[in-house]
């Protein structure tokens, strides 16, 4: 029999790559998601899915879901805007902690594999002392969020740990770090920093900074992001936490300087809006997963770049 998965959030970017992979390994997978930042167009990559419209929050149309049916679940589901989270930190407590917590309880009930992707975020200032600048910070380091975004998903993991030592669920949780790639959002508000910055210099825009562009991010690719999740959930000796990066860094100015190269925008810098929530340097050590998973990150940044440029060159001609 076929299986099918349930990937909540799988509508979104790095949901809907996930399912494709799915797909690829002949699985069948049932997307939920309210479409609130996912997009019915991010499942046309899909060749078999059922899709469900609705919350993590709507127990009524939870109950709808057919969990007799289901044998693992990924839960990508959440709100992740880290400067939101600081104006509006309420509804991430609601949907990245509570929702989370309606779909334990239905793992729990069906006894069902839950896998959740947490993120790097919930190292926080732990990322900026000098061992994790140098070997990247491990899963035994100290967590010590500084937004409601990474406190939120720092509760979910609890929560989900609980779980497993409480009621002897199956429970998987993944640090992925900054992904990008195409069907992330290119715009100001939702995007992330890779896709705003190319859209920008292929549309010959300036490039915005937020402070002085030494902040360093580990920039996973989006089909090496999907491909961890996938080996994490069907590994059978995996650690309950497990982290996935590239290992290697870059600053966010010389990121720009990358993108720049044949456009003809120039870059700026603006005042941060949230400077006390900025993490200088994440870096990560995925040694764990290359032990216990025998994954690696196989996309290098320039090869990520060209072909999350050429997506969005596409989506603009189309
Ligand atoms: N993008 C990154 O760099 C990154 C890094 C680490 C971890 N993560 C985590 O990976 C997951 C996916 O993130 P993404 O970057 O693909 O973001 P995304 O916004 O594209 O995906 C999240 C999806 O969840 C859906 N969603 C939000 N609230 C919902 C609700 N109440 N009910 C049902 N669906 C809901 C959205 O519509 C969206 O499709 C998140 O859990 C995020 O915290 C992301």
Known sequence: MINKVLVTGGAGFIGSWLCKHLNDNNQHTIVL????????????????????????????????????????????????????????PKKYMNVNVTGTHNILEKCREFNIPFLMTSTCMVYGLHAQYEEA???GIAEHHNTLPVSP?????????????SYHYGYGCSIKIAR??????????????????????LQKALNNKDLMIFGDGTQNRDFLYVKDCANF??????????????????????SILDLA??????????????D??????????????SDLAKSTLNWESQYTLDQGLAENKQWISEQQND
């Open 149 to 161: 975004y990474g406190a939120s998903k720092l509760s979910a993991e609890q929560l989900a740990i």
């Open 229 to 250: 999740l996938y080996k994490f959930m069907n590994s059978q000796n995996a650690p309950l936490i497990l982290n996935a990066g590239t290992g290697k860094t870059i």
């Open 33 to 88: 998601d309210d479409l609130s930042f996912g997009k019915k167009s991010n499942l046309k990559i899909l060749s078999d899915y059922t899709f469900i419209e609705g919350s993590i929050l709507d127990e009524p149309l939870l109950d709808e879901v057919p969990w007799d049916q289901i044998t693992q679940v990924y839960h990508l589901a959440a709100l992740g805007d880290v400067h939101d989270s600081l104006d509006n």
């Open 176 to 197: 992925p770090f900054n992904t990008y790639g195409p069907h992330q959002a290119t715009n100001n508000k939702e995007g992330g920093v890779i896709p705003i910055f």
């Open 133 to 135: 600048t140098i070997n």
């Open 272 to 285: 941060h809006p949230h400077p006390q929530s900025e993490i200088m340097v994440l870096k990560c050590n």
């Open 257 to 270: 300087k990358k993108i720049v190269t044949s456009s003809s925008s120039s870059i700026h810098m603006q």
